[in-house]
């Protein structure tokens, strides 16, 4: 595992459990809260009552996590409380994103440069917050172990105690107490104070010398004091107290629960005391004089024994024995006691029924850039034990049951999120996918119905071999009924496991669906997950429940009740007239993208512009927006920021072309859904020659990045047999752009390199006509990649980026070598351009120079003896 690949696990480590540390610290203050409002409640009850109650709750603290965990398992209903940001893994370090579709993540800045330039603290928040959290933690630990050797070395160090008139004090008090434990009694001239350790074995510590001026009566008491610690076991409630003290060193209010046990403690002790003597007074005395004996605190002793060695600990020791607690000492009733267990008891449910969770914001700084990186998640089970190399380019395996047998059938779909990349089992379980990237690992999902599907974040390719089982244990079950109790047939039950972050790209949505039987019964197989499942019914009704776990061979009961779903109401406006806009199309985004055929919501507004969708899911949804001559479109009461109205302020490009998500809830109110006019470009495409070209790509690149306007192949049009086009494109702003021609489809080259038209500023509603943008002679460029080794690398992938930045990346002419790292680009613009190894930089100019050469290139010129270095890690700059 690389650094990088470290960082990133680190991150998410931190990520979860500085989540489980916030959470701690909301449950456990309206825990002691609670207690502290009990205890002062009991403040004339004994102090043995009240110590109970401290030490009950700083057990209680590391269960919690626990009691949550099992909340959430067996379905308890639960409120979340949303304040922890949401997570979202750091970027990739250098790689380019290599997305062909239109709709699978956003960037608001037109998926600009995303480069890491450096390993920055700030690129890694949750990896820091939990090292400064772990290096607290170990702080405070390495002091209650090095106050434990201290203590241990008084014993080690000092005296045992032989004298018989101390001897008989300490055994009087143990056999008044009824203590069978045996014990040593031992004197330091470093101990500050008398105190006890140890609990199968215990030890009384003593000042060297401090007996000699204590009277009958007072050792007595002392004798007494220390053995009641040693009944009540305090010694091994102070450990523990000090190690959970140590584990939440951040929070102040364990702190103080810490020092009541403490205090209670001694106090509790002080009780047993007066109540075996009959004058309270010499005992305060002695107590006195041992404050005034005390010449420094010692903190470590303290964190680790558990006691306070301070004067004012002493004093105050003093005062409650002195406003006459011997007389204050009550037993608890069974009232309170019914009281503090339904008070502790109902804090113990709010805390478990009001959880702290993540902050929805699926925007989130890191979840704009357009790589995203996350822990590796591949294959490596194979057949053999060892892996069979192919061609870089494929991926091929077997797919089996749980038993091993090889299943048929099974779909293998590589990019869920994009078709063409899909295979199917044979009756030996085999598979093969071709046309992947190399070097790129690639989200894969293995589903059969009847089986729980497999999803792999980051497989890696060039493999023939893996070994992926698909078990039948893990699932849920149940079924689904109407609002009068009706089994109701044929529902859609379906199961999103939310957003995931591969290394290369953000995954929005990953559904499972299933339908209900004819009595209403259902069984959908999943993977192991947290799932939002929803239930629709048509004209019947809707029911949903979100974060929902379940494990591995686990399987969970879940009925549904429907109820009537959410009636989605819009107003369409134009941005430019404010008019009403009739003919816009809203339809379901995740069924476009994801393929939903099951997901058929679709409306078209009226001539007053209003649009109307019942029997919606509660809940976020995404809604896509379709119509003629409209390329924008925005909404105030979108959930999410770039949503809204946005232009950027740096390059003045306004987005506000991907889906809208709305939070639907029973009763909402119409949300306005404002539109903007688009531009119309008509023109055509000529050769060199000004012969008009069919099956040429005309599409817009953002003038000075070298990028599409959309980070993607949307608005892009072929021409027509005469070679004319018509496109549709948002209006420029402040910003600029260009038209690309490319002489085939996309990935497709043809005879003639790319031509472009000169950039051009427009408007909303405007229409441009008769443009004409001729393609080019090509040129061609020849040459070898080689590692870092000198040996030359096969099928790596070499292009040309013209460095005047009006072309369109997706266009760029690109090629592979061939077995002998050599190759080949044909069909390149004539201009000055940066030839490129792959990995390629989304600022081509900010690639390595070892990875590129700059070339200026005439109409038909042939450039040979271009080397190239390819595969190796860049530095940071």
């Known amino acids: 595992m690389n650094t990088f690949n470290l960082l990133i696990l680190l991150d998410a480590i931190g990520f979860h459990t500085i989540k489980m540390l916030i959470s701690l610290l909301w449950q456990s203050s309206i825990l002691i809260g609670v207690i502290s409002l009990i205890v002062f409640i009991l403040k004339k009850r004994s102090a043995a009552i009240r110590h ?30 949303h304040v922890i940001p949401s997570y979202t893994a750091p970027v990739s370090a250098f790689m380019e994103k290599p997305v062909d579709e239109a709709l699978i993540s956003y960037s608001n800045e037109n998926q600009e440069s995303t480069r890491i330039t450096s390993f920055s603290p700030s690129d890694y928040p949750w990896a820091v917050a939990f090292l400064l959290y772990a290096v607290g933690a170990l702080f405070f630990l390495s002091l209650v172990a090095l106050g434990r050797l201290r203590i241990r070395r008084w014993i080690y160090d000092g005296t045992v105690i032989t004298e018989q008139r101390i001897i008989y004090a300490f055994q009087a008090a143990r056999e008044r107490l009824g203590i069978g434990r045996k014990f040593i009694a031992v004197e330091h001239h470093d101990i500050p104070a008398p105190l006890t350790i140890g609990t199968f074995h215990p030890v009384v510590l003593l000042p060297a010398g401090f007996t000699k001026h204590l009277s009958d009566t007072e050792l007595q008491s002392l004798a007494i004091h220390e053995f009641s610690h040693i009944k009540r076991n305090d010694a091994l409630i102070f450990t523990f107290v000090s190690i959970v003290r140590a584990l939440f060193f951040f929070h102040p209010l364990v702190w103080f629960a810490a020092h009541q046990v403490a205090t209670l403690a001694e106090n509790a002790c002080d009780d047993a005391v007066l109540g075996a003597s009959e004058d309270s007074l010499v005992y305060a005395e002695m107590l006195t004089k041992m404050a005034s004996k005390l010449k420094k605190r010692m903190f470590t002793a303290e964190l680790a024994a558990g006691f306070i060695f301070s004067k004012h600990s002493f004093l105050r020791r003093v005062e409650v024995i002195l406003i006459g607690r011997k007389e204050q000492i009550r037993k608890l009733s069974r009232l309170a006691l019914v009281g503090i267990m339904i008070g502790i008891g109902a804090s113990l449910m709010v805390i478990l029924a009001f959880p702290l969770g993540e902050v929805k914001e699926a925007n989130s700084e890191r979840a704009k850039n357009s790589s995203i990186n996350q822990p590796e998640d591949t294959v490596t089970d194979f057949t053999g034990g060892k892996a069979q190399m192919i061609d870089p380019t494929e991926l091929g395996g077997f797919v089996y049951d749980e038993e091993g047998k090889p299943l048929e059938g099974v779909l293998v779909d590589a990019w869920i999120w994009s078709p063409g990349h899909e295979a199917y089992t044979n009756k030996d379980g085999r598979f093969k996918i071709t046309g992947l990237r190399k070097h790129m690992p690639v989200e894969i999902r293995f589903t059969k119905e009847g089986y729980s599907p497999r999803f792999i974040l980051n497989q890696n390719v060039g493999v023939d071999n893996v070994i992926v089982r ?41 559904w499972t669906e299933t339908r209900t039987n004819k009595d209403g019964s259902y069984i959908l197989h999943v993977e192991p997950d947290t799932y939002d499942i929803q239930v629709k019914a048509h004209d019947i009704g809707v029911a949903r429940i979100r974060e929902k776990p379940i494990a591995k061979d686990q399987a969970k009961i879940l009925n549904f009740k429907l109820k009537p779903g959410v009636t989605f109401k819009a107003k369409f406006v134009n941005s430019r007239t404010e008019k009403s806009v009739e003919g816009v199309k809203l339809y379901s985004y995740i069924s476009k993208v994801w393929k939903l055929k099951s997901e058929k919501i679709e409306a078209v507004s009226d001539k007053n512009g209003f649009i109307e969708i019942r029997g919606m899911m509660p809940g976020p949804y995404e809604f896509g927006v379709e119509a003629e001559g409209i390329t924008r479109w925005w909404s105030k009461k979108a959930m999410h920021k770039h949503q809204h109205r946005m232009i950027s302020k740096r390059s003045g490009w306004q987005r506000n072309f991907d889906a809208l998500e709305f939070d639907l809830k029973p009763g909402m109110n119409p949300v306005t859904i404002v539109v903007e006019d688009g531009v119309k470009i008509t023109g055509h495409v000529v050769d060199p020659d000004g012969n008009p070209v069919v099956g040429t790509t005309v599409a817009p690149a953002r003038t000075g990045t070298g990028n599409s306007i959309t980070g993607d192949t949307r608005f892009s049009v072929l021409t027509k047999d005469d070679g004319t086009f018509e496109m549709w494109l948002p209006a420029s702003g402040k910003a600029e752009y260009n038209l690309v021609a490319h002489y085939g489809d996309y990935r497709e080259w043809k005879t003639w390199a790319n031509g472009i038209m000169e950039p051009i500023k427009t408007k ?55 077995d002998q790292g050599n190759f080949t680009i044909n069909f390149i613009r004539p201009g000055k351009h940066f030839i490129q190894a792959d990995p390629f930089w989304l600022s081509a100019k900010e690639a390595p120079e070892w990875s590129t050469e700059t070339v200026t290139l005439k109409s038909g010129e042939v450039r040979d003896g271009i080397i190239l270095v390819g595969n190796k890690t860049p530095e940071r700059k």
């Open 52 to 81: 109970i109650l401290w030490t009950s709750l700083l057990t209680l603290l590391p269960v919690i996590p626990i009691l949550a965990w099992l909340a959430s398992v067996i379905g308890t209903p639960q409120a979340e409380i």
């Open 470 to 510: 698909l078990g039948i244990k893990t699932y849920f079950e149940g079924k689904v009924f109407d609002s009068h109790g009706y089994p109701v047939p044929n529902a859609l039950v379906r199961a999103d496991q939310g957003a995931k972050n591969s290394r290369l790209n953000h995954i929005s949505f990953i």
């Open 764 to 818: 909303p509603g405007q229409v441009i006509r008769d443009v004409t943008i001729a393609l080019t002679r090509p040129a061609t460029v020849r040459g070898q990649v080689k590692d870092e080794n000198g040996k030359p690398l096969s099928q790596h992938q070499v292009r040309a980026h013209a460095a005047d930045l009006k072309a369109n990346r997706y266009y760029d002419p690109l090629t592979r070598t061939d």
